[in-house]
């Protein structure tokens, strides 16, 4: 075991309705991800896939968010939703990492990329400039990433979405980090740079011991990826499964209909419930 989120709970202000002021995008979530697993988090959107993803390391501020979300090491596990401001920042970044969707608005634009990357590493660690340079490099070819002086040296908008994809990669996993959450990192992206993008995640994933919770509405990356899935509709997660033999078999009717939708019958195991 390495996170265990605990009956969830997410609100947020909705400005533009008087009468019912809070929106429960959250709704007492309950998720176990085993340490090592590539695990999906699935669903349409709106679902509160990413609201449950940014929980984790408290990257939002909603209006009230209640529960827990314990995060296991070495030490014990801590309830991150009540750790200190500086007792998080011992764990969101360099044990806890993500990797966005937008590639292009997470880096910044002026900023040369290989900066960006080394700047993650000296955040984090006490180091020499030639130090943090030579692992930024590192990690950059650990991304299968090609003439790494030159993507160094490159400012984000001289690099492709799939390059800049791997650079936020990258830069996520410069500090070795125990667990990546991915947040819809294949998105915006062509079908065969997607392609390429799930190979490197599963990869590193298996070589590194990492793990992966991956936030997609995708249910054929997901489904082809992990070992679990999460299902979730409207705040709430209405099915957990774990990967068999002959692949994934919902039970509940909205993981059964959403299977169907996207997976289709030519390629739908057995023994997946017919409606």
């Known amino acids: ?24 995008a959250v709704r007492g979530v309950n998720i176990l991800l085993a340490e090592g697993s ?4 699935v669903g349409e959107s709106g679902s509160g896939k990413s609201v449950t993803a940014l929980s ?3 990257l939002i ?10 995060f296991y090491s070495k030490k014990g596990k801590k309830n991150l939703l009540v750790l200190s401001e500086a007792g998080l920042l011992e764990v969101r970044g360099s044990q806890i990492a993500y990797v966005f969707q937008d590639s292009a608005s997470s880096l910044n634009p002026v900023m040369r990329v290989g900066e960006q990357i080394k700047e993650a590493y000296e955040t984090h660690f006490k180091t020499t400039d030639a130090a943090a340079r030579k692992r930024t490099l590192e990690v950059l070819e650990a991304v299968r990433m090609k003439d790494v002086e030159r993507v160094y040296h490159s400012f984000p908008h001289q690099l492709s979405g799939g390059m800049r994809q791997r650079a936020m ?6 500090s070795e980090p125990r667990l990546l959450v991915a947040d819809e990192p294949t998105t915006a992206l062509d079908v ?9 995640l599963l990869d590193l994933q298996r070589s590194r011991s990492l793990t992966v919770l991956f936030i997609t509405h995708n249910l054929s990356l997901a489904a082809f990826a992990s070992q679990f899935i999460y299902v979730m509709e409207k705040g709430c ?3 957990g499964m774990k990967k068999e033999a002959d692949g994934f078999r919902p039970r509940e009717l909205y993981t059964t209909k959403l299977f169907n939708a996207q997976l ?12």
């Open 61 to 70: 501020r909603p209006h009230e968010i209640s529960g827990e979300i314990y």
């Open 237 to 239: 997660v209405v099915e």
């Open 56 to 58: 984790v390391c408290r």
């Open 264 to 275: 289709g019958e030519h390629i739908k195991p057995k023994s997946l419930i017919e409606i």
């Open 192 to 200: 065969s740079t997607e392609a390429e993008i799930m190979d490197l």
């Open 169 to 174: 990669i990258a830069m996520a996993l410069i």
């Open 38 to 41: 590539f695990t999906s988090l």
């Open 1 to 24: 075991m390495i996170l265990e989120i605990k009956n969830l709970s997410v609100s947020f202000f909705n400005l533009s309705e008087v009468s019912a002021p809070l929106v429960r």
